[in-house]
Nanobody, 124 residues
Framework: EVQLVESGGGSVQSGGSLRLSCAVS????????MAWVRQVPGKGREGVAA???????SYADSVKGRFTISKDNTGDNLYLQMDNLQPEDTGTYYC??????????????????WGQGTQVTVSS
């Protein structure tokens, strides 16, 4: 059974930083696309950042230069370092994973495996 468990959300002021973590277990395929997707009430899902098993990374334009996606050497932990947070970054952040498929970019929001989500709140 594939499990993704996020941690690290919280409340910060504008300009602050947070680091999200996602512990991944049970995923046995070498070809994978892992990502962070956020959900804002009243809006659809927005892909924030993606990391492929080919080590490619992709970011939404709104977070480029501020967010960094990475994983540890084992591939069992995915991270999202978020710097210079802004109020518009507020939302529930989900860790997601699936087979690499045709592409692995921040535009992708369809995944088979999801974490439970962690809330990020940025106040001005």
């Amino acid at each position: 059974e594939v499990q993704l468990v996020e941690s690290g959300g919280g409340s910060v002021q504008s300009g602050g930083s947070l680091r999200l973590s996602c512990a991944v277990s049970g995923y046995r395929y070498s070809s994978v696309c892992m990502a962070w997707v956020r959900q804002v009430p009243g809006k659809g899902r927005e892909g924030v950042a993606a990391l492929g098993s080919d080590e490619s990374t992709s970011y939404a334009d709104s977070v480029k230069g501020r967010f960094t996606i990475s994983k540890d050497n084992t591939g069992d932990n995915l991270y999202l370092q978020m710097d210079n947070l802004q109020p518009e970054d507020t939302g529930t952040y989900y860790c997601a994973a699936d087979h690499f498929g045709r592409y692995c970019t921040s535009h992708r929001t369809e995944y088979n495996f999801w974490g439970q989500g962690t809330q990020v709140t940025v106040s001005s």
